[in-house]
């Protein structure tokens, strides 16, 4: 742990073989940045002004931008600084030296960020990054990404159905018997209603109206797409995500829409009932009006706030989308 979160240092080394000129050209060039990169973040840089670069990428689920600057050093040596980065801050140095086979690469990494799950998902990129680069030099396969955070549909339901049914299991047995542990069961039953309730939603309305996903994801909310979270913490709110396979799907603009508008639903009216079950049983439940007020707060929270920036404005992109088609 550090001052700015954990920090974490990568360091790839390997022989290209081609000379130092021509494998540090092969840095320099920009426009090889989204080659080697997973396509799945559609690395790409946006501007450049001078030595500061701005790059946009899909990470999480989410677009991000970031700005970084290149220094050129003595001898054949780049050193890549953030200057605005949504993970925290990265510094990459890349060195290239004459070898007897070609060229010798180092790469070093340091990564701070306060999100605990950054260190994983950027050793994978970066893994499959020095892989690629050795591959467009032709000594080494063409990689094959795979997120450390995609889940197959099949687990992905079963872990949202187990969820779901663990939380009303809380609720109806009480397994905690000191005192405020109904408040504790209410509280846990809530946050996983309103957890996994709202992708399997989306999934079978979705399926219903002829949608079909590809997988779901662990991700980011779309609340990081408001200014109600500080900047630096903006990639610590994550969420349940689902992919939809676009080329199989058969659903109107309607169709969509319905199914944008099931995952907030299922997440501000299922919580609901915890609460109304708890006073249902005890109407003076101190617990039980506690979570209500919650629930309250949910319901109030995303109706403003899923308009604007989440699943309820894809929703009204799609029936947009289907009145211009009249």
């Known amino acids: 742990m550090c001052g700015f979160g954990l920090l974490w240092r990568y360091r790839f080394e390997y022989v290209l ?23 799945e973040l559609g690395m790409r840089v946006v501007s450049r002004e001078g030595d500061v ?40 140095t890349i060195s290239v030296e004459p070898s007897d086979s070609g060229s010798l ?29 050795k591959h467009s030099f032709g000594v080494a396969e ?3 990404y795979r997120d450390p955070f995609r889940i197959s549909l099949a687990a992905g339901s079963l872990m949202s159905v187990a969820g779901t049914v663990a939380a009303y299991a809380l609720l109806f047995l009480q397994p905690f018997s000191f005192t405020g542990g109904r408040f504790i069961a209410g509280i846990i039953a809530f946050m996983l209603l309103w957890f996994f309730t709202h992708d399997i939603a989306h999934y079978v309305v979705g399926r219903i ?15 990081v797409r408001l200014a109600v979270i500080p900047k630096p913490f903006r990639t610590l709110p994550i969420a349940l995500g689902l992919k939809i396979d676009r080329q199989a799907s058969r659903a109107t603009p309607r169709g969509y829409a319905a199914m944008y508008t099931a995952g907030p639903l299922a997440s501000m009216l299922t919580p609901l009932t915890v609460p109304l079950t708890m006073l249902s ?38 029936i947009h989308k289907n009145r211009r088609q009249k």
Request: aromatic residues 14%; charged residues 20%; glycine residues 8%.
């Open 53 to 92: 670069y701005t790059v946009g990428f899909r990470l999480l689920g989410q677009f991000f931008t970031a700005r970084f600057r290149i220094q050129e050093l003595p001898g054949l040596k780049q050193h890549h600084e953030t200057l605005d980065f949504p993970f925290g801050r990265l510094e990459h």
């Open 105 to 133: 690469v180092v790469e070093e990494m340091m990564l701070r960020s306060r999100n605990p799950f950054a260190g994983r998902f950027f050793r994978k990129i970066l893994q499959y990054r020095a892989q690629a680069i």
């Open 17 to 39: 073989p081609a000379g130092p000129d021509v494998v540090y050209g092969f840095f320099r060039n920009t426009e090889n940045m989204g080659k080697v990169w997973p396509a």
């Open 281 to 318: 049983t005890n109407p003076s439940s101190i617990a039980g009006l506690l979570l209500l007020a919650f629930a309250a707060a949910n319901i109030i929270f995303t109706a403003v706030f899923s308009p604007k920036a989440g699943c309820l404005a894809k929703a009204r992109k799609a």
């Open 142 to 144: 063409k990689p094959v």
């Open 209 to 223: 109206v002829g949608i079909r996903f590809s997988n779901y994801y662990i991700g980011l909310s779309n609340i």
